[in-house]
């Protein structure tokens, strides 16, 4: 083992024979090199990332390939940003994979966040029916929530997400140094996801987080803690409902709502970016289930402590530019993808750690409790 697979934790990803390890821990990016050719050996690489990450992971991770002797077909560059997820974008680094004579026993390697993992994972699910996929997530949000689970694709112009495949990598490399370089707003949205494991079945990991948020900020053991904790719960209901037809809804909490405000705000990162509208959502998810009386308010108002200390917004008050009337929040909440046959779902709660799946949620109980939201 090499000195920064001494340090790092492993989270087992168990899917029969697509089954692959996550790796967390500092300095994985310059150890990449060993721990593709342990698994793949043999396999050149093609490198996708954003120009951002580029201009700080990219000379660190060439290095740490060629250490292990791993060749470079082609490195791919793209802006950042979630236009990246586009036909031009995809069609444009398939070309380039192809153009560098990559073969099946060859891997994508995604080095960013959750637009470039996305992206690349199509890529590498279907250049000749299916390349080798490895992802090094560079972002919280991608190393504890979008590398975890094997949903890869990219935007159409008519909604996020729409194009796509089910493909799973054979290696993530989640190297927590690589988060010391990203800003801390963008780290808090990642944080609001961890939290959020907490919240749907595991209270004595939200108390955890309560008392080591600071940590978890800081770098360290706890930073490497609390994301292999969360890779471990993403994998575990990914592991029992690989297609989303069941529990992996759970992974929604918070959702709903966020969505809903991100759509609102009309996808304007400089008004609200996605962990941000989760952090409200999850917020209002408790707020509501309080309102119909299915756990106590101060569980809710424990949560929005806690979200409100790491800086987290909690309310539809904090959202900039103001929101539009209940009505039209509720319309945005029924265009999102998990309203099935006109009924509303909600992940909803019992309390603390005891999130549920509720289907056929009235529409006017949703539209009450936004009005009491709403600022006045
Ligand atoms: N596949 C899934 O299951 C899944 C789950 C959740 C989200 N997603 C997708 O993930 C995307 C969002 O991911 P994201 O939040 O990582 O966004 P992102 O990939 O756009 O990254 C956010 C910003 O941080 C920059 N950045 C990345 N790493 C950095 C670093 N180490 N230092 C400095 N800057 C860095 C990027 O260039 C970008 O500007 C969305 O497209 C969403 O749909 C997918
Ligand atoms: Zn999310």
């Known amino acids: 083992m090499t000195p920064a697979e001494t340090t790092a934790r492993t989270v087992a990803v168990s899917l029969g024979d697509r089954s692959y390890d996550i790796m967390i821990g500092p300095g994985l990016i310059a150890d990449a090199g060993r721990a593709i050719a342990a698994r793949l050996p043999g396999a050149r690489v093609a490198i996708v990332t954003d120009a951002n990450v580029a201009a700080l992971h990219l000379d660190g991770l060439r290095a740490g390939l060629r250490a292990g002797g791993v060749g470079i077909g082609a490195e791919v560059v793209l802006p950042a940003g979630e236009k990246t997820k586009s036909f ?15 073969e099946r026993g060859d891997a994508v390697v995604a080095l960013g966040g959750g637009v470039i993992g996305d992206l690349s994972g199509f890529v590498a699910g279907v250049v000749r029916r299916g390349m080798q996929f490895v992802q090094i997530p560079t972002t919280l949000l991608a190393q504890v929530d979008s590398s975890v689970g094997g949903k890869t694709g990219i935007n159409s112009p008519q909604g996020k997400n729409l194009i796509g495949v089910f493909y799973q990598p054979r ?38 987080l309560e008392r080591n948020w600071r940590s978890v900020f800081s770098g360290g053991a706890e930073r490497t803690e609390a994301i292999a904790r969360s890779c471990a719960a993403k994998a575990a209901v990914v592991a029992r409902d690989e297609t989303e037809t069941g529990d992996r809804a759970l992974l929604n909490l918070g959702h709903t709502f966020g969505h809903a405000l991100e759509a609102a705000t009309a996808y304007d990162g400089a008004r609200l970016i996605h962990g941000e509208g989760v952090a409200i959502g999850m917020a209002l998810a408790h707020r509501f289930s309080a309102r119909l009386n299915l756990m106590s308010p101060d569980d809710a108002d424990r949560v929005e402590r806690h ?4 800086g987290l917004p909690v309310s539809l008050a904090e959202v900039p530019g103001g929101l539009p009337d209940a009505e039209r929040l509720l319309e945005f909440i029924a265009q999102d993808k998990k309203v099935s046959r006109g009924a509303l779902t909600f992940i909803l709660t019992h309390g603390l750690g005891r999130a549920f799946v509720a289907r056929d949620v009235p529409s006017s109980e949703v539209l009450a409790f936004l009005r009491t939201c709403l600022p006045a």
């Open 88 to 102: 031009g974008f995809f069609e444009s680094t398939v070309e380039a994979v192809i153009g560098a004579r990559l």
């Open 307 to 310: 979200l409100r200390a790491v």
């Open 171 to 208: 290696l993530v490399l989640a190297d927590t140094r690589s988060l010391d370089t990203l800003p801390e707003r963008e780290f808090r949205a990642g944080y609001a996801e961890v939290a959020k494991y907490g919240l749907i079945d595991q209270p004595d990991f939200f108390a955890w």
